[in-house]
């Protein structure tokens, strides 16, 4: 039996239009002989009314009074509905489908609420549907942990739940559909020139992922890495034959002809300059874990340590570090840009070449950092779409 799971997210089923290309892809792989796992994240964006930010606007967002549990009782119900209207429109014309819930299709997770871990697939369940259907639609987000609770996997499930049942049943490819055409080189919001890639390796697009680019879930990709199954990332509404990107292993064969892949930046960052003993440091960092605060670019010192939050935590931030009675400063509307590349390792000349680029442009670095295959810096939002475009055309305009 020859699988393939194809991915459709919010905006590649938020309405009839949308639906119907995707259901063309569909149609595309069941005539090539293909059973299909398609799996569907809830319909549309913030305001359209079944879309997960809607239905945590329902509970007044952060300031709900659930508990996790009953929240992911809510939110696990955009991915439901999906999943019954497409299977709807799929039956409709003629495809032999069926819908099933994560319970229903037998992924079990943990009872870490909010951000359930998968720990295993009963596969039995699509298999048996299989034996009627070409077609398997799957709640993306979604499953059943060992006492019948539903959990949710944390935003991005749906690509995880994609991963995951591609490894589970050995599919010969998880091709995730959004509404570009695949990877860029940059943002194209934000670079007119940015160009398309036709082979990333698995690590650079988990690196562009990490570092802002929100084509796929970081987490995705390491699970397909881990299985070895190639990624495509394509466009729902460009024609069946156009593949996309592909995601594989070719690190070996990136390195002998692209230093970079790409350009990636993460916006609406809050720089904190901390002078403190590495006693106040603990009892920070601790507080903001206990939080569930995600620090980024750390430095840390014997005297004081910097690091970047995300703007929206600034004020609880602010909160421990005066409960701490800790002197500090910060830096608002800052915007951290990634240059990733497999090719870079151990090249001379990178970080050079980015503070050349960079001076001539006047734009200051508040920070930097990097490891094999990224490098990262700190600069203020107001310079990221200059400081984007100038490190684009040094890297990788040629």
Same mark, same amino acid.
């Given at each position: 039996?020859?699988?393939?799971?194809?991915?459709?997210?919010?905006?590649?089923?938020?309405?009839?239009?949308?639906? =119907?290309?995707?259901?063309?892809?569909?149609?595309?792989?069941?005539?090539?002989?293909?059973?299909?796992?398609?799996?569907?994240?809830?319909?549309?964006?913030?305001?359209?009314?079944?879309?997960?930010?809607?239905?945590?606007?329902?509970?007044?967002?952060?300031?709900? $009074?659930?508990?996790?549990?009953?929240?992911?009782?809510?939110?696990?119900?955009? /991915?439901?509905?999906?999943?019954?209207?497409?299977?709807?429109?799929?039956?409709?014309?003629?495809?032999?489908?069926?819908? =099933?819930?994560?319970?229903?299709?037998?992924?079990?997770?943990?009872?870490?609420?909010?951000?359930?871990?998968?720990?295993?697939?009963?596969?039995?369940?699509?298999?048996?549907?299989?034996?009627?259907?070409?077609?398997?639609?799957?709640?993306?987000?979604?499953? #059943?942990?060992?006492?019948?609770?539903?959990?949710?996997?944390?935003?991005?499930?749906?690509?995880?739940?994609?991963?995951?049942?591609?490894?589970?049943?050995?599919?010969?490819?998880?091709?995730?559909?959004?509404?570009?055409?695949?990877?860029?080189?940059?943002?194209?919001?934000?670079?007119?020139?940015?160009?398309?890639? /036709?082979?990333?390796?698995?690590?650079?697009?988990?690196?562009?992922?990490?570092?802002?680019?929100?084509?796929?879930?970081?987490?995705?990709?390491?699970?397909?890495?881990?299985?070895?199954?190639?990624?495509? #990332?394509?466009?729902?509404?460009?024609?069946?034959?156009?593949?996309?990107?592909?995601?594989?292993? #070719?690190?070996?064969?990136?390195?002998?002809?692209?230093?970079?892949?790409?350009?990636?930046?993460?916006?609406?960052?809050?720089?904190?300059?901390?002078?403190?003993?590495?006693?106040?440091?603990?009892?920070?960092?601790?507080?903001?874990?206990? =939080?569930? #605060?995600?620090?980024?670019?750390?430095?840390?010192?014997?005297?004081?340590?910097?690091?970047?939050?995300?703007?929206?935590?600034?004020?609880?931030?602010?909160?421990?570090?005066? /409960?701490?009675?800790?002197? $500090?400063?910060?830096?608002?509307?800052?915007?951290?840009?990634?240059?990733?590349?497999?090719?870079?390792?151990?090249?001379?000349?990178?970080?050079?070449?980015?503070?050349?680029? =960079?001076?001539?442009?006047?734009?200051?670095?508040?920070?930097?950092?990097?490891?094999?295959?990224?490098?990262?810096?700190?600069?203020?939002?107001?310079?990221?779409?200059?400081?984007?475009?100038?490190?684009?055309?040094?890297?990788?305009?040629?």
């Amino acid at each position: 039996m020859k699988i393939l799971v194809q991915k459709f997210g919010g905006t590649s089923v938020k309405d009839e239009e949308s639906r =119907l290309a995707a259901e063309k892809h569909i149609v595309h792989a069941v005539s090539a002989g293909y059973k299909v796992i398609v799996v569907v994240s809830a319909i549309g964006r913030l305001g359209d009314p079944y879309a997960t930010d809607s239905l945590l606007e329902l509970i007044g967002g952060a300031r709900s $009074y659930l508990d996790l549990r009953e929240k992911d009782m809510l939110l696990s119900v955009g /991915e439901t509905i999906s999943a019954a209207v497409f299977t709807n429109g799929l039956k409709k014309n003629g495809l032999t489908a069926v819908g =099933l819930t994560g319970q229903d299709a037998g992924i079990v997770t943990n009872e870490e609420f909010g951000n359930a871990k998968v720990q295993r697939i009963e596969t039995e369940h699509i298999f048996a549907h299989f034996k009627m259907n070409d077609v398997v639609v799957v709640t993306g987000f979604q499953g #059943i942990s060992e006492s019948g609770h539903i959990t949710t996997i944390g935003r991005g499930g749906s690509d995880t739940t994609a991963a995951f049942l591609g490894a589970a049943f050995k599919a010969e490819s998880i091709d995730i559909f959004t509404d570009v055409s695949g990877m860029m080189t940059a943002d194209p919001r934000l670079v007119d020139n940015a160009k398309f890639l /036709e082979v990333v390796s698995y690590r650079e697009v988990s690196n562009m992922a990490h570092e802002g680019a929100k084509v796929i879930d970081p987490r995705a990709v390491e699970i397909a890495m881990q299985s070895g199954i190639p990624l495509r #990332i394509r466009s729902t509404h460009q024609p069946v034959t156009n593949t996309g990107t592909l995601v594989t292993h #070719i690190e070996s064969q990136i390195e002998h002809y692209r230093l970079v892949t790409g350009i990636a930046h993460v916006p609406n960052l809050v720089q904190f300059n901390v002078q403190a003993s590495r006693k106040i440091q603990e009892a920070v960092f601790t507080s903001l874990a206990e =939080l569930n #605060i995600s620090v980024d670019f750390i430095n840390i010192f014997p005297d004081h340590i910097v690091f970047t939050l995300p703007q929206t935590a600034l004020e609880k931030a602010q909160t421990i570090l005066n /409960e701490q009675d800790a002197a $500090y400063t910060l830096i608002e509307n800052c915007a951290k840009v990634a240059i990733v590349g497999a090719g870079i390792t151990g090249v001379p000349g990178i970080i050079s070449n980015m503070i050349t680029t =960079l001076d001539k442009h006047n734009i200051p670095i508040y920070q930097s950092a990097d490891s094999y295959t990224t490098v990262w810096i700190l600069v203020a939002e107001k310079d990221l779409k200059v400081a984007v475009n100038a490190l684009h055309t040094a890297f990788l305009q040629n």
